[in-house]
């Protein structure tokens, strides 16, 4: 069976910039644009309130009470910061690794891992209580010559998110100077050619500039490959180097890692195949993207599976009665349903990603898609209130149960990730014209 296209054939370079290029330079957009951008910016307005509400009045509109100190302010945190994995995968390590099927998908990875981290960045220091002092957490000249606590988790997630989101952002940018300049050479009003310009800094395609480009993105694509695996692996550390049953485990790290790879790609298939649809862009990003993303979620699902599987297996063995009980209560405590959700939904159904048909069937891949970043957003739901909600003292525990305000935050910061996507589409194109170009290219060599 021949391997599906990374391209579909019939296309020139001219045509290329053409199609890609007028999404973010047509005169108008589709209604369909005007309102997802509606709903996306009516959630970021509940944020706002929520947010605001929560300056005014305090920590105490959330559920969090005594045990349960972390919420959903935490929850979402690894949640966003788990998604915002899988475009620094796609642009950094598969450029290394030389896979030209990356080319149509890594734009817009790249632009969600920076909202996700954005999105992430925002919770904790929400969570601090008292946000306005939430630069106390960076080592800054003061006259009392205090310095943030090192030992700290939340001192080490300061410092691996921030690093992420720089190199991040820098990757991206850098990637979309060769963009910028075309769109900058075909904008129509004299206004969209100044910023383009602007943006592209005096980009003109010589050699020079493309040996220089090359090089950069080379050494950003290293720097960025080892913080895919940091930066959540400092995120895993703030439970992993806690003494609370549940949490107190060495697996965590590389778990967290594959979970945030997991969660990634199928966000990146949920925001894909609808974008694929609506610009009608079925010819750049094939069912060979489609598929390649499948077997990797696939992939990392297995390893998240063997997480889980090894996580009880240890509370067992270790013969920890604490182990052992926070494992019994995940799986029949007062939460168990949404114990067994996360099984279903993270383990069993993604199974059906061994079949090439699923993978290659787009509404049953986005469907599967949904489902696994529910999933993750109740494994993580999992391991920071079950493990909590009972803890060492039976006279403390505890059911949490969120507020309206929590519910609120949590989608208004989908609103806010959906509203910055939907600027990123309508300004900057979602597709990387010049490596779609020498794909062209490559595609006609092999023809002759």
Known sequence: MSQPRV????????????????????????????????????????????????????????????????????????????????????SAILLLLHQKWRTSINRTAEAMT??????????????????????????????MWYWPQFRSPLVWDVFAVSTYLTVSLLFWFVGLIPDLATLRDRARTRAKQIVYGFLAMGWRGSAVHWKRYEMTSLLLAGLATPLVISVHTVVSFDFATAIVPGWHTTIFPPYFVAGAIYSGFAMVLCLAIPLRKFYRLEDFITTRHLDNMGKIMLATGLIVAYGYMMEAFMAFYSADIYERYVTLNRMAGPYAAVYWCLIAFNVVVPQALWSRRVRTTVPALFTLALIINCGMWLERFVIVVISLHRDFMPSIWRMYAPTRWDWMTLFGSIGLFLTLLYLFIRYLPMISIFEMRSLVTETEGERR
């Open 7 to 90: 391209i579909e054939p019939g296309y020139t370079i001219s045509t290329v910039t053409d199609k890609i290029s007028s999404i973010v330079l047509g005169q108008r957009q589709r209604p369909g644009w005007f309102l997802g951008f509606g709903v996306s910016f009516l959630l970021l307005m509940m944020l706002l309130y929520a947010v605001t509400v929560l300056f005014a009045i305090g920590v105490g509109i959330w559920g969090v009470n005594i045990p349960v100190g972390w919420g959903f302010a935490i929850v979402n945190f690894v949640w966003w910061i788990g998604i915002g994995h899988a475009g620094t995968l796609i």
């Open 114 to 143: 920076i909202f996700a981290v954005l999105c992430a960045g925002m919770f904790p220091v929400l969570h601090l209580g008292r946000p306005w002092l939430a630069y106390w957490l960076f080592p800054y000249p003061n006259t």
